[in-house]
């Protein structure tokens, strides 16, 4: 080979010049690689900062919700009004309305406060009862009629105090708004601070928010998420006994079984475009099939866990498949190599191998159900219901709601506790997705294999 046939004299020649000195093309580069990672870092803090002011302004505005302005004084249960017979028949007890309990409330807080001197010039003996709560007379006629022996005597009793006496205890109405609301006046106001001082006004825990029902726009300070939490835990705990074995039993067959054929390609489509579904077209769906067709009960947890099963369903396959194939196929054929049959290579060594990613997918699934609230509107859960449903089986098909939807219930009524209520009750929500996600962590760390 000579000089002139030499390959080195057909490769381009480099421009000579140190390592050590960025050139105008690698500046460039790095540049542009320095520019992208702070576009990383702004979309990161913009990211975060909106969370941090979304979180922040429902706690502000929800927390108030955990605590409630309480009134307690001696009530004197008059017989003449929830007795006149006399007999402590319960039966004739039970036809006296709440009506007059809250005249045997309101006469007892007069006689109290005339006997401890407290008075406020403009405040007479029916603004003085505007500060209990309506939900007050209920509370004392449950309480006699479950024990008639009360009845002609004096006893300690705490009632919720108005709702517009609560919002001024946490700063939610003032003496300046007072002045312009026809519920209350700053003379009202005046004497709340009194009882305040005197220890009759206090502020404690709330628990009735976990536990009560919702309550009429004339009592807000008494509405609770009692229905709707266990309208929300039966509705996921049907959807899991449902969605769960059909969402897996259905991957099994799709990943590990089916021919791969025109009919399975058609079913793979049709699973990923119902994932992508819009929510309200399942509760259009439900409404049609379940309730119309079917004849079952309206804002019934049983429809609304239908309806989010058929929702939930899609999520569970692809999740459960996703996790199915990421086995190695190296186990398979060890399975295969000593003798297993399919079906035991798969319950035995792939169905054990993906069971973390299935139960993460499975509790993903579940908590975007949770969260769900327009399909659960159009089976009528969005309608007032005041009363707890029963135990199981039997409460499955009683009248129920659910977390998101009476978030938007509350949010919608025209009274501002209800507006706090409805923040209050985001939180609930957000600690319930909270912990399911947390579950979904800690059972695939628990569960997961490396190999």
Not at 108 to 119: D, F, H, M
Request: hydrophobic share 50%.
């Amino acid at each position: 080979m000579t000089d002139s046939t030499s390959p080195t004299d057909a490769l381009p020649q480099r421009a000579k010049g140190s390592l050590l000195v960025q050139d105008a093309r690698t500046r460039q580069r790095n540049a542009a690689e320095a520019r992208f990672k702070w576009y990383g870092i702004v979309a990161i803090v913009i990211s975060l900062t909106v969370l941090a002011i979304m979180l922040f302004t429902i706690f502000r505005d929800g927390s108030s919700s955990f605590t409630q302005a309480y009134m307690t004084f001696p009530v004197t249960i008059d017989v003449a009004i929830v007795d006149k017979d006399g007999n402590r028949d319960r039966a004739e007890m039970a036809q006296t309305t709440t009506i007059a309990y809250g005249r045997v409330l309101a006469e007892s807080l007069n006689a109290y406060l005339a006997e401890q001197g407290i008075a406020i010039d403009g405040v007479d003996e029916g603004a003085v009862a505007e500060l209990i709560s309506r939900e007050g007379a209920g509370a004392l006629r449950d309480q006699v009629l479950a024990d008639t022996a009360l009845v002609g005597t004096t006893i300690p009793f705490t009632v919720y105090a108005s709702g517009r006496i609560d919002g001024y205890l946490k700063g939610r109405v003032t003496m300046e708004s007072a002045a312009l609301d026809a519920n209350i006046t700053p003379a009202q106001l005046q004497l709340a601070d009194r009882l305040r001082a005197e220890g009759i006004l206090t502020t404690g825990w709330n628990w009735g928010f976990f536990t009560s029902p919702d309550a009429s726009d004339q009592r807000p300070e008494a509405a609770g998420l009692g229905v709707a939490i266990v309208g929300s835990l039966y509705m996921m705990l049907l959807t899991a006994l449902m969605a769960l074995p059909i969402g897996v039993a259905a991957s099994i067959y799709l990943e590990e079984f089916a021919p791969k054929n025109r009919w399975t390609d058609l079913i793979e489509v049709n699973i990923s475009n119902l994932a992508a579904v819009p929510s309200i077209v399942f509760g259009i769906l439900g409404l049609a099939i379940f309730i119309n067709f079917a004849g079952l009960p309206a804002s019934s947890t049983l429809v609304g866990a239908l309806v989010l099963t058929l929702m939930t369903l899609p999520t569970i396959i692809i999740a459960t498949r996703a996790s199915l194939r990421a086995v190695p196929p190296s186990i398979r054929d060890a399975a295969y190599g000593v003798g297993a049959s399919r079906m035991q290579a798969v319950f035995h060594h792939v169905l054990p191998l993906a069971a973390p990613g299935i139960m993460t997918g499975t509790i993903l699934g579940l908590a975007s159900a949770l969260g769900e609230t327009a399909p659960l509107l159009l089976i009528g859960m969005v309608a007032f219901v005041d009363n707890h449903p029963g135990a199981p089986m039997e409460g499955f098909l009683d009248p129920a709601t659910a977390l998101p939807v009476q978030v938007y219930s509350w949010a919608s009524r025209a009274d501002p506790a209800f507006t706090e209520r409805s923040a209050g009750a985001i939180i609930v929500l957000l600690f319930f997705l909270l912990v399911m996600n947390a579950v979904a962590i800690v059972l695939r760390r628990r569960f997961e294999r490396r190999w």
